[in-house]
């Protein structure tokens, strides 16, 4: 049995499964985790289609903190910003490192068995955690524009002279 698809269907099959399960409504959900793209996808497993968006966008910030962790072949622009990054800054990026790392693993542990209350175990979970992270990365982003900031006021400078 295949669903029939759309994004006013998916927020129905969303809402009915939010109940369910006590989840987040589809609003924040969407605004973390754009999970209306999955509007288009026939699935059975709404669940699991659900936590993949979550965590391809955990994956997707935990190659931007390894490039800072480990920059040995991370492009010049990281290579500039680590250079004017402080412990303060290293020390959160570490906590974040391990944060979604310990997310990414249990969402590959999730992928070998179905089981949707699980599934939305770690959806609840994981939302409820990235309000924690995002507080993480808005002190690193607005550090990291300090930073280039600096690095640009200090180019120009030296161009004058």
């Keep these: 049995m295949t669903m029939e698809i759309g994004l006013d269907n998916l927020k129905e099959r969303y809402e009915e499964v939010a109940k369910e399960y006590n989840l987040p409504s589809f609003k924040e959900m969407n605004e973390d985790f754009e ?19 979550m965590i391809e966008k955990n994956a997707d910030y935990l190659r931007f903190v390894e490039m800072f962790l480990n920059p040995s072949n991370a492009p010049m622009f990281f ?3 680590v250079k004017n990054m402080d412990n303060s800054a290293k020390k959160v990026l570490d906590e974040l490192y391990l944060k979604l790392g310990k997310f990414e693993i249990k969402s590959i542990s999730l992928d070998n068995f179905y089981d949707e209350k699980k599934e939305a175990e770690f959806v609840y979970e994981f939302f409820s ?21 600096k690095k640009s006021d200090k180019k120009e400078k030296g161009y004058l002279g």
């Excluded at 026939?42 to 968006?53: G, M, Q, S, Y």
């Excluded at 955690?129 to 990291?144: H, P, Y």
């Design 35 to 53: 999970i209306e793209k999955l509007h288009d996808k026939e699935t059975d497993l709404l669940v699991r289609e659900i936590r993949r968006a």
């Design 79 to 81: 290579l500039a910003l």
């Design 129 to 149: 955690g990235w309000q924690e992270i995002k507080g993480f990365f808005q002190k690193i982003t607005d550090e990291l524009e300090d930073s280039w900031k």
